[in-house]
């Protein structure tokens, strides 16, 4: 299965060390400006790392 990366993920789904979070510039609504957000294009969700590196 593939996994494309959007564009406020910080790495693919699944990837050790990684979660998923809501989007920042969204707050996970998806929507910005009456609009799909290009951040995490319209899922409200990016993947990012965890554990405070």
Do not use: F, H, W
């Not at 009456?34 to 294009?41: A, E, F, H, N, Y």
Request: net charge negative; glycine share 28%; with cysteine.
């Amino acid at each position: 299965m593939d996994n494309p990366l959007r564009p406020g993920d910080q790495a693919e789904p699944g990837t050790p060390g990684t979660g998923e979070n809501l989007c920042r510039d969204c707050g996970g609504s998806g929507q910005v400006d009456g609009g799909d957000c290009p951040t995490c294009d319209g899922t409200g969700r990016v993947i990012e790392g965890i554990g405070g590196g």
